[in-house]
Each structure stands twice: as structure tokens, then as C-alpha cells.
């Protein structure tokens, strides 16, 4: 994977991030970064957008009583944030997201943690249907500051070969 320009034409170059299905090798490990931290703006945004009306994501009195004692971020949220750390390195350049399973949220998320995420390959196989194209499964966990894991899945991605992702293509 290369996240260096590419040349375009003379003295003009364009960024590059992703990996090309030959690109992936079962078994390898990618670490996500940056961390980011979420704030509580995040998470009532994010309430609000969704239309999540659970009083543990937005009212502190109700959260004070409850066995957390204070607010927690929405869920699916912390499923966001992960998935959104892992494109760089694993879907930049897919097609499309075929399938989740066994999506696991293993410890609450507060306002003020930082999340890290990391992504292992599990297997790839060449598409039957796409030959511009291959399948790839992986697992992705997310870890709070404190090194605990928050949430892990796994995903099937189809994921298009060297010289035929849209930018490969196209002139945007």
C-alpha cells in the first residue's frame, strides 16, 4: 500500500491512499491512527442526527443513576468512529461493503476516551462475478485509551484490483 502521490502528469501529482486487493495478506495486522478522542458535543450530535432518544446518551441526572453513573456514547457511534479509522487502510479503495457479523460492543464509551482501532486480514478470494475484483474479510477492533477493547467485527468488503478503483479511473 502507498500513500504517496502518484504522478499524473508532468510536475503534477495526486494523493493516494488504500489498498489494492493484492495488497491484503491474511494474517497481517493494521494499526489505525490516529486516535480520536470523543467529546460530548460528538455524542449529542450524534443522538440527535440518528434520533436516538435514550436518556443514557444525553440527560447526566438520568446516567447518574444508572450503573455507569453518567453518560454514554451512543453505540453506534463508537461503531462509526472505528469503521471510519479503518478506511484508509482497508476499504479507501472498495467498491463496496458486502456484509458485517458479529458486531460486539465489549465495554462502554465515554466522553473524553480516545478510541484506536486495528484491523487483521482474515481471508480474500477473487471475485467469481467481478474480475476487476476480490473479496476480503477482516476483523477490527476497537481499544479505548486504557488498551480495552470497546467493540470488534468482522466485515466482507469487495475490493477492486490494481488499476481498476474510480480513481484509477477518474479524474477526480
Given at each position: 500500500?502507498?500513500?504517496?502521490?502518484?504522478?499524473i502528469?508532468?510536475?503534477?501529482?495526486?494523493?493516494?491512499?488504500?489498498?489494492?486487493?493484492?495488497?491484503?495478506?491474511?494474517?497481517d495486522?493494521?494499526?489505525?491512527?490516529?486516535?480520536?478522542?470523543?467529546?460530548?458535543?460528538?455524542?449529542?450530535?450524534?443522538?440527535?442526527?440518528?434520533?436516538?432518544?435514550?436518556?443514557?446518551?444525553?440527560?447526566?441526572e438520568?446516567?447518574k443513576?444508572?450503573e455507569?453513573?453518567?453518560?454514554?456514547?451512543?453505540?453506534?457511534?463508537?461503531?462509526?468512529?472505528?469503521?471510519?479509522?479503518?478506511?484508509t487502510?482497508?476499504?479507501?479503495?472498495?467498491i463496496a461493503?458486502?456484509?458485517?457479523?458479529?458486531?460486539?460492543?465489549?465495554?462502554p464509551?465515554?466522553?473524553?476516551?480516545?478510541?484506536?482501532?486495528?484491523?487483521e486480514?482474515?481471508?480474500?478470494?477473487?471475485?467469481?462475478?467481478?474480475?476487476?475484483?476480490g473479496?476480503?474479510?477482516?476483523?477490527?477492533l476497537g481499544?479505548?485509551?486504557?488498551?480495552?477493547?470497546?467493540?470488534?467485527?468482522?466485515?466482507?468488503?469487495?475490493v477492486a484490483?490494481?488499476?481498476?478503483?474510480?480513481?484509477?479511473?477518474?479524474?477526480?
Amino acid at each position: 500500500m502507498s500513500h504517496a502521490p502518484v504522478q499524473i502528469a508532468p510536475q503534477r501529482y495526486r494523493e493516494s491512499f488504500g489498498r489494492y486487493f493484492e495488497d491484503f495478506i491474511v494474517g497481517d495486522v493494521y494499526e489505525h491512527r490516529p486516535g480520536r478522542t470523543l467529546t460530548e458535543t460528538d455524542n449529542t450530535w450524534f443522538t440527535l442526527l440518528t434520533m436516538n432518544t435514550h436518556p443514557l446518551h444525553f440527560d447526566a441526572e438520568y446516567a447518574k443513576h444508572s450503573e455507569f453513573g453518567r453518560c454514554i456514547v451512543a453505540s453506534p457511534l463508537t461503531l462509526a468512529i472505528i469503521v471510519g479509522m479503518s478506511v484508509t487502510d482497508v476499504s479507501q479503495k472498495a467498491i463496496a461493503n458486502l456484509g458485517w457479523k458479529e458486531i460486539r460492543m465489549t465495554a462502554p464509551v465515554f466522553a473524553g476516551d480516545t478510541l484506536y482501532a486495528e484491523t487483521e486480514v482474515l481471508g480474500k478470494r477473487e471475485s467469481a462475478s467481478r474480475p476487476t475484483a476480490g473479496l476480503v474479510t477482516v476483523r477490527t477492533l476497537g481499544r479505548n485509551q486504557h488498551g480495552t477493547v470497546v467493540c470488534d467485527f468482522e466485515r466482507t468488503i469487495l475490493v477492486a484490483k490494481r488499476g481498476h478503483a474510480v480513481e484509477d479511473r477518474a479524474g477526480a
